[in-house]
């Protein structure tokens, strides 16, 4: 047997990531499993499929929604499916699938600074980005925490643009009640083993009506709408079976993992609350959010920098993660757009300079997470 000490050094070695799937017990999967090879129905709107698509959408609240393989394939999908076109106003903070969509759909990204408040598209900057090849504004509800939907959706309206939210952080978040994901012509959530629910891969299409539902049904199945008859030039998004059946298991356990989660932020928030320097993400006044990320700014009077304190955690195996440095408006492929100018974005670059989003999930043990603040709050002084 080892002495208490040498088994605390083994618990200070272990590394501890930035997130850890959420998996719920092996055996409560098996029997899933079971029907699926007994029904040798493994995709195409498998039954798993189906039923998956109607309890998600009365658990999340809303109207409609199809299935995806992917966050990104059903971005891409979503902006066929509205024939978006042009330009298209969104934010340089975020993952590189947003603007990445817009590429493959041969559509060029306008990128409007965010409110360093919310990390989210700041609507006052919107208008001045309209050109006529403007046709949609593609949003993210960044970490979770909503966009303004009504001042974007007062600013689409007045100038006739399609708005699609990239929701791919947003699952299950709701402003007074009501879910964040029915703002907006459409909205995107994802479903990779990352994120607060998790299918494997997957996504989600959130749809107003049973018309654009039918039509994103076809987009994902190469546009078949029957044996014979192939309506556009679809691609294949379908979610398979094993992803469908891993979606009504995690149903089961999601308001548990998101207790957790909220369990953890609060955690973080005591930990950090007399440190001026530092501050997390303030979620406003009624609203219920998943704490996907936890996102913390080091303030440029921290004593020691964002990128110093990312590699001392890192010496101590804890990987935080620099979400979402570098600025997708800086690789290469965007970089040589005016819009992506970093004079045009000082809100999204000091963010991407200054956030480093620490280990939230559901698994995280207690005595990691003390290690783990112990480590920032020694920088504090
Ligand atoms: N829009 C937004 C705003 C997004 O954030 C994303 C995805 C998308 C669209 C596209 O949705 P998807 O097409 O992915 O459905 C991760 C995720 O791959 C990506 O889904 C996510 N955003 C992004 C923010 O984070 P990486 O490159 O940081 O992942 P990775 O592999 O480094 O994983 C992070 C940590 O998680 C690892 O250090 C360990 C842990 N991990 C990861 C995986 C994959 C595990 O423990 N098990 C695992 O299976 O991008």
């Not at 987009?219 to 009504?248: H, R, Y």
């Not at 600025?327 to 005016?338: A, C, E, I, K, T």
Request: proline content about 7%; glycine content about 6%; charged content about 20%.
């Amino acid at each position: 047997m080892q002495p208490l000490g040498a088994q605390d050094d083994m618990i200070s070695q272990r590394p501890v990531f930035v997130t850890e799937p959420h998996l719920p017990p092996l055996q409560e999967f098996i029997p899933y499993l079971e029907k699926l090879w007994a029904s040798k129905r493994l995709t195409n709107g498998g039954p798993f499929h189906e039923q998956l698509e109607k309890e998600l959408a009365a658990y999340l609240g809303v109207q409609h929604l199809s299935l995806f393989s992917n966050g990104t394939i059903a971005l891409v999908t979503a902006l066929q499916a509205l024939r978006i076109s042009g330009e298209v106003i969104t934010t340089p903070y975020t993952f590189v699938a947003t603007a990445h969509s817009l590429i493959w759909n041969n559509i060029k990204p306008v990128f409007v600074d965010v409110d360093p408040g919310t990390c989210n598209l700041d609507p006052a900057r919107i208008e001045e980005a309209i050109t006529p090849a403007t046709t949609a504004i593609l949003p993210v509800h960044c970490y979770g925490l909503p966009c303004d939907v009504d001042r974007i959706q007062r600013i689409a309206d007045t100038y006739g643009l399609k708005v699609i939210y990239d929701a791919a952080h947003a699952f299950g978040v709701k402003q007074d009640g009501a879910s964040i994901l029915n703002h907006g012509d459409l909205s995107v959530l994802s479903f990779h083993a990352t994120k607060v629910f998790n299918t494997f891969e997957g996504g989600a299409i959130i749809c107003p009506d049973a018309k654009i539902k039918q039509r994103i049904d076809y987009l994902k199945n190469f546009g078949f709408a029957d044996e014979v008859t192939v309506v556009a030039p679809g691609i294949n998004g379908k979610m398979n079976e094993v992803s469908a059946a891993m979606g009504l298991l995690q149903l089961q356990h999601v308001d548990q993992a998101l207790d957790t989660r909220a369990a953890i932020h609060r955690r973080y928030q005591d930990a950090f609350a007399d440190v001026p320097s530092l501050r997390l993400l303030q979620a406003p006044a009624g609203l219920e959010w998943n704490h996907a990320y936890c996102p913390l700014f080091v303030g440029p009077d921290h004593p020691v920098s964002r990128d110093a304190l990312y590699a001392l955690l890192k010496k101590h195996g804890i990987h935080a993660r620099r979400y979402f440095y570098p600025l997708v408006s800086s690789f290469p492929m965007y970089r040589g757009l005016p819009s992506a100018a970093p004079e045009h974005l000082p809100h999204a670059q000091a963010l991407a300079d200054q956030v480093i989003c620490l280990p939230i999930y559901p698994t995280l043990r207690a005595e990691d997470q003390e290690r783990l603040i112990g480590i920032i709050l020694q920088t504090a002084r």
